[in-house]
């Protein structure tokens, strides 16, 4: 089992849409989430950290369920410019060290 | 505002020559990474430094190595290119809150 699973899309919207990803985690011990955003051919960028209550970012909403061990991401009123590849990310540690560990992305596509 | 760099954004290399890719942040962070990224493998580790001289493997080390001699700058060495070592290469820099923050890549292409 991948220690971070998504849903790799594309998710194809119209502008104005509400949309929303899923990504669930394997490690239970894991402790920090994350989004990054990807366009493409450019580098990863941090949208957002997830926190355990929650969190708002202006159209963005992260979730996180402990429980269940999932994270989401929603989207709304969703512009062209959100289009791009949204990366899960969780923390592990390795050998004592903390490192990142990327999910594959999911594609979302925000059409005219 | 933050800045990692990159030595080159593509190369062109042959097999069995040596390649060097070079990474250089300015936050003064204590860790850096190497990355590489592949169509539905998302972002692989290769190394991470937390400390000047000081390297630790990630999840695919093999057929790389890295340095680090100064602070801001941390390298990639391929000591004979393959290539199955064809890809995008990602490096990026942290202080301890996590958060990372990617130079723009390298996409390499070993003939």
């Known amino acids: 089992r991948k220690e971070v699973e998504q849903d790799p899309g594309p998710f194809n919207v119209p502008e104005g849409a509400t949309v929303a990803f899923n990504c669930t985690y394997s490690?239970?011990?894991?402790?920090?989430f994350f989004w990054y955003r990807q366009d493409c051919r450019k580098e990863p960028k941090l949208l957002m950290s997830?926190?355990?209550s929650g969190n708002e970012d202006g159209r963005f909403t992260a979730q996180l369920n402990r429980a269940s061990q999932y994270i989401s991401l929603l989207i709304r009123d969703s512009k062209l410019s959100d289009s791009a590849t949204y990366l899960c990310?969780?923390?592990?540690?390795?050998?004592?060290?903390?490192?990142?560990?990327f999910g594959t992305g999911t594609r979302l596509l925000v059409s005219p | 505002d933050v800045k990692v760099t990159q030595s080159s954004r593509y190369l062109v290399k042959r097999t069995g020559e040596k390649v060097f890719l070079e990474c250089v942040q300015d936050?003064?962070?204590?860790?850096m990474f190497w990355y590489r990224q592949d169509p539905g493998l998302g972002l692989r580790l290769i190394y991470f430094?937390?400390?000047?001289?000081?390297?630790e493997k990630g999840d695919i080390p093999e057929g790389y190595s890295v340095s680090r001699e100064k602070k801001e700058r941390f390298s990639l060495i391929l000591e004979s290119a393959s290539t199955n070592q064809t890809s995008m290469y990602l490096c990026?820099?942290?202080?301890?809150?996590?958060?990372?923050?990617f130079g723009p890549g390298t996409r390499l292409l070993v003939l």
């Open positions: 990026a820099s942290s202080s301890n809150d996590l958060t990372q923050y």
């Open positions: 490690n239970s011990a894991s402790q920090s």
């Open positions: 997830v926190y355990s």
């Open positions: 990310v969780v923390n592990a540690l390795n050998t004592g060290f903390q490192k990142l560990v």
């Open positions: 936050m003064d962070h204590e860790n």
């Open positions: 430094s937390y400390d000047v001289k000081m390297k």
